[in-house]
């Protein structure tokens, strides 16, 4: 069973910038896209940017502009970098494999992202 543990989130103010990692175990990591995704109270989860294993790259049209996804193979890691962040960014952010929908079954524990004055 594949395990993920996101990092990075935090406070900022309007228009900052962030980074988000997300690691995950087993050794089969290089074979699937990942994708990044927002969870916001009372509404569903939503996918906001996927990589996949040939480095092709989508965004949701929110964060388009403003928000980079890439991946470290070698150390079964994808990355957000995330700028010119704004309030509606606000959420908690998980990782999970797939390119529409999420692969697996199990997450991790998310990591808070607030963008607030």
């Known amino acids: 069973q594949v395990q993920f543990v996101e990092s990075g989130g935090g406070l900022v103010q309007p228009g900052g910038s962030l980074r988000l990692s997300c690691v995950a175990s087993?050794?089969?990591?290089?074979?699937?896209?990942m994708g990044w995704y927002r969870q916001v109270p009372g509404k569903e989860r939503e996918l906001v940017a996927a990589?996949?294993?040939?480095?092709?790259?989508k965004y949701a049209d929110s964060v388009k502009g403003r928000f980079t996804i890439s991946r470290d193979n070698g150390k079964n890691t994808v990355y957000l970098q995330m700028n010119s962040l704004k309030p509606e960014d606000t959420g908690l952010y998980y990782c999970?494999?797939?390119?529409?929908?999420?692969?697996?079954?199990?997450w991790g524990q998310g990591t808070q992202v607030t963008v607030s004055t």
């Open positions: 999970n494999g797939g390119w529409t929908t999420p692969l697996f079954g199990s």
């Open positions: 087993g050794s089969i990591f290089r074979a699937y896209a």
């Open positions: 990589i996949n294993t040939s480095g092709s790259i």
